[in-house]
């Protein structure tokens, strides 16, 4: 490493990415890649050039790389833009150095996403240069498209889309005056300062209270992975249009978020499965909540646990409030220092192997990529689609949810001990049934979910 390029260490939301993403097995370090696809037809080369030279000066996370250390305690390195490793701007093409450039003919309207997707899959490694990689094709030296791979380690999925942002209003004004937002650097120095501890020590003591309320049998229930290790799992995703329009009807009934009125259900459903009390379910926070962090380019997720008791004899109603205010107790808590929290949790400065997907045995996530919402009476019928081969490692059971275009997808990934292809049907029917209940009977009682009635074809397929 260049004597000019300073070592820092990680910020919370770095570190945490790091600890994930080295859990992952070797041959599944590309799931650790976020991609896009920008279009850049009618776009001059020159202003190409500016635009994406600019936006790699605005955010350092595009000139970071990152070293191991000796000690196991990762440090992070920003590059200068003049730097002549990939991390800077390359003296001979004019483009950041971590862009390649190809110059061929458009074979069909499939080739910019085939070329992402195989850019994609391929790891980008941890340590040693840029943590992300882009092919410019061109046709006849005029720009087409740009495929981007990032890697997880330096941004996050709303990273991903304030890049594209920024990039289009540095397109129109490559001057434009654009804030480039607190750095990692900026966000490490103000966690590891003096000031910050009392926030840390306010964390590990919400992490105490939640291990303590973890309900009987629960994480026994809950097979987990060692470092590295790989086994089969079960996923399918539920898409249904009307499921948006009613999940946002349910959280304006019960004045609660679309992602609680969800996660209640998510609970609710695990709990019958493996016949507890409760659960304990990790939400992933963007840790976006200032407003002087809500445009910043890194990487700033962090998953926080929410204990949540299931009341069978309680209300619908009742049970989707309280994972309201729950999960609103735990974000205050979701910006922490992770190997503080592993060795908390494992009462040993030296965590066991395998100790992440300890910490987080299930998790549940909610991106709404825009706040377009349908008919309620929408009668698109349901689909549910089942993944060839989900992700062999990491935590037993995982909910992602994702809301764009109208469409909500709901996508559960399961160890098979946990629940197999029979049983994860069941668990996403329940979630579908519960959010029709939530409006039209919010009243019912939690038990009456897994009644034999079955909810609307628009909601889940009849099978």
């Not at 000796?70 to 920003?78: E, L």
């Not at 910050?196 to 009987?216: F, I, T």
């Not at 919402?373 to 059971?397: C, K």
């Not at 519960?434 to 079955?454: C, I, N």
């Amino acid at each position: 490493m260049p004597n000019s390029v300073p070592t820092t260490p990680l910020s919370h939301g770095q570190l945490y990415s790091w600890r994930e993403v080295e859990s992952y097995p070797p041959l599944w370090r590309a799931e650790a890649n976020l991609s896009a696809t920008w279009d850049l037809r009618g776009l001059t080369s020159e202003r190409l050039a500016a635009a994406l030279c600019r936006l790699v000066e605005l955010h350092e996370p595009l000139r970071t790389s990152y070293s191991a250390g000796s000690d196991g305690v990762p440090a992070q390195h920003v590059h200068p833009l003049e730097d002549e490793s990939r991390c800077g701007i390359d003296a001979a093409t004019g483009l950041p150095g971590a862009i390649a450039v190809a110059d061929r003919q458009i074979t069909d309207f499939g080739d910019p996403i085939r070329t992402t997707e195989t850019q994609a899959a391929q790891e980008i490694p941890m340590t040693g240069g840029p943590c992300w990689r882009g092919t410019l094709v061109t046709t006849d030296g005029a720009p087409m498209f740009l495929s981007l791979a990032f890697s997880h380690l330096i941004v996050d999925v709303w990273s991903m889309i304030e890049l594209e942002r920024r990039f289009r209003v540095l397109v129109e004004d490559p001057e434009a005056d654009l804030d480039a937002g607190a750095s990692q650097r900026d966000l490490s120095a103000t966690q590891h300062a003096e000031k910050w501890q009392s926030r840390q020590a306010a964390a590990e003591k919400y992490w105490r209270g939640v291990l303590a309320e973890a309900p009987a049998g629960f994480l026994d229930a809950l097979p987990t992975l060692s470092t590295g290790q790989t086994k089969p799992r079960v996923q399918a995703v539920l898409h249904s249009h009307r499921l948006t329009a009613l999940a946002a009807e349910a959280a304006r009934q019960h004045a609660v978020t679309v992602p609680a009125v969800l996660l209640a259900l998510v609970t609710a459903a695990l709990a019958e499965r493996l016949g507890t009390e409760g659960t304990v379910v990790s939400l992933m926070s963007n840790n976006r909540f200032a407003p002087d962090q809500r445009h910043v380019v890194g990487t700033l997720n962090q998953l926080i646990p929410v204990a949540l008791p299931v009341d069978r004899a309680g209300t619908l109603g009742e049970h989707v409030k309280r994972a309201h205010w729950a999960s609103a107790k735990a974000y205050r808590y979701s910006c922490y220092d992770v190997d503080r929290i592993a060795a908390l949790a494992t009462e040993s400065a030296a965590p066991a192997d395998g100790w992440y997907n300890r910490l987080f045995p299930a998790w549940f996530n909610y991106l709404p990529f825009d706040d377009r919402i349908l008919d309620p009476a929408d009668t698109a019928p349901a689909e549910l689609v089942w993944t060839e081969r989900p992700r062999e490692y990491g935590q037993p059971f995982d909910v992602r949810v994702t809301a764009q275009d109208g469409r909500t997808s709901i996508q559960l990934r399961t160890d098979p001990d946990v629940a197999d292809a029979e049983a994860l049907t069941g668990m996403l029917r329940t979630i579908a049934f519960g959010v029709q209940q939530a409006v039209s009977a919010p009243e019912s009682g939690l038990k009456d979910l897994w009644t034999p009635a079955a909810p609307d074809a628009a909601l889940f397929p009849a099978l």
